[in-house]
């Protein structure tokens, strides 16, 4: 099945600087790729996400990056505020797995005010 | 509109007991997902249905069964339950034109 690795397990960066966090996957079929934002004793909730035919999307302050020929896909979060730190999750699906989501470890965001 | 309602929020349950998590969704979805998330670890797929009448087995399924009632519901029943069952339980649906899940609030089950 689908594995999904995710880098850094944890992420301190001060408040207006970037933070990027990186994902692999091993199943080349694999075309779904979500982010999910858990905050401490919520429920993840997707932020962004992107298809095998889009190298790039953008939304505000957050950008996902899509490289299928290395298998790896990134996330990007610009000028950074206290509100943005929680637990960031990536995903990888595709159709002939009935879209069953694979999720990375997971990466705690701390934003340093 | 309510999404994804999950019941119990929290419970504590002696080893050996048993045990049903309920999970319903007003969004039409076809397919529904029971995570359980450990420390460390991400979401862990236990079981799903990619449509009413069928289920099938995740990436952890041992110590678990499931039941998809209709199309709205979708229960996780532990039979017999262990200390290693302790973890934070997660339902979702989608629909494979949205492809991304809705989650519930979830689940935190102790067994002691």
């Known amino acids: 099945g689908e594995n999904v690795e995710q880098h850094p397990s944890t992420l301190s960066v001060q408040e207006g600087d970037s933070a990027v966090i990186k994902c692999t996957y091993s199943d080349s079929a694999s075309n779904y790729f979500p982010w999910y934002k858990q905050e401490l004793g919520k429920r993840p909730q997707l932020i962004i996400d992107i298809r095998s035919n889009v190298g790039e999307k953008k939304d505000q302050r957050i950008a996902v990056t899509l490289n299928k020929t290395a298998k790896h896909f990134s996330l990007h979060i610009t000028e950074t505020q206290p509100e943005d730190s929680a637990v960031y999750f990536c995903?990888?699906?595709?159709?002939?797995?009935?879209?069953?989501?694979?999720f990375g470890a997971g990466t705690t965001v701390t934003v340093r005010a | 509109n309510a999404g994804v309602t999950q019941t119990p929020k929290f419970q504590v349950l002696k080893t050996g007991q048993s045990m049903t998590l309920q999970c319903a969704q007003d969004m039409n979805h076809n397919s529904m997902y029971w995570y359980r998330q450990d420390p460390g670890m991400g979401l862990r797929l236990i079981y799903y249905?990619?449509?009413?009448?069928?289920?099938d087995k995740g990436e952890v399924p041992n110590g678990y069964n499931v039941s998809r009632l209709n199309k709205r519901e979708f229960s996780l029943r532990l039979e017999s339950a262990a200390p290693s069952q302790t973890s934070v339980y997660f339902c979702?649906?989608?629909?494979?034109?949205?492809?991304?899940?809705?989650f519930g609030s979830g689940t935190r089950l102790t067994v002691v």
């Open positions: 249905s990619a449509s009413e009448g069928t289920t």
């Open positions: 995903a990888a699906s595709h159709r002939s797995n009935d879209y069953k989501l694979s």
């Open positions: 979702a649906s989608s629909t494979p034109a949205r492809y991304g899940y809705t």
